[in-house]
């Protein structure tokens, strides 16, 4: 049982949709974290929030768009998506963004596919 | 920027060798290293996390080395058994806001 929770697990949407993403954490950290996971690529960190501001933005273009209502909660709302955004995206979470010592727990992640 | 390099991307053994791990990265100034191992279609499982400071980090058969200097990590997986087939990935912090991470290694282990 994972202490990070996402929903969907899977998705299709197509290019004109609007979805939402959402993880839920249970572990009481305060640093969250999207990632995009694709066929035979390293995992790209796309952004993070530290205390519930976001802290980066990792040249993540505007049709994904992030929002961090408490340190427990991250959603990733996506709109106007391309084929090439199909992808596992990835939620995870750590203390905080600053500790050495503070390993990231990561969700199941969400299989999104762009039709 | 950060570069990570596993090798090899995938490794078959039969079950109870023991067997290592590589991974190498550029930028020698890290906060610490983590190993990670994923299951297809799954997230991604903490292993252990090893500090800039620190030589090497143990979990039961699993012993992580770190080489800051060189640029080098290896995780020691003894006795290897058939659920570790999984995809492992090791990943430096780099800065306050990023953990960079290798493609992996796909492991097999037979039966």
């Known amino acids: 049982e994972t202490g990070v929770t996402q929903t969907p697990r899977h998705l299709v949407m197509g290019m004109t949709n609007k979805k939402s993403l959402k993880c839920e954490q249970h572990l009481g950290h305060n640093a969250m974290y999207w990632y995009k996971q694709s066929a035979k690529k390293p995992l790209e960190l796309m952004f993070v929030y530290n205390f519930k501001e976001q802290t980066e933005n990792n040249s993540v273009p505007s049709r994904f768009s992030p929002e961090c209502p408490n340190s427990s909660h991250l959603f990733l709302h996506l709109h106007t998506l391309q084929p090439e955004d199909s992808a596992l995206y990835l939620c995870?979470?750590?203390?905080?963004?600053?500790?050495?010592?503070?390993?990231?727990?990561f969700g199941n992640g969400t299989r999104l596919t762009v039709t | 920027k950060q570069e990570v390099t596993q090798i090899p991307a995938a490794l078959s053994v039969p079950e109870g060798e023991n067997l290592v791990l590589n991974c190498s990265f550029t930028d020698s100034a890290i906060y610490n290293l983590q190993w990670f191992r994923q299951d297809p279609g799954k997230g991604l499982t903490s292993l252990l996390l090893?500090?800039?400071?620190?030589r090497e980090q143990t979990s039961g058969r699993l012993n992580a080395s770190l080489d800051k200097s060189s640029g080098r990590s290896t995780l020691y997986i003894a006795a290897s058994q058939p659920g570790d087939s999984a995809t492992y990935l090791c990943?430096?912090?780099?800065?306050?806001?990023?953990?960079?991470f290798g493609t992996g290694t796909r492991l097999t282990v037979i039966p």
């Open positions: 990943a430096p912090k780099t800065g306050a806001n990023n953990l960079f």
């Open positions: 995870a979470s750590s203390q905080d963004n600053y500790a050495s010592n503070s390993p990231l727990h």
């Open positions: 090893i500090q800039s400071s620190q």
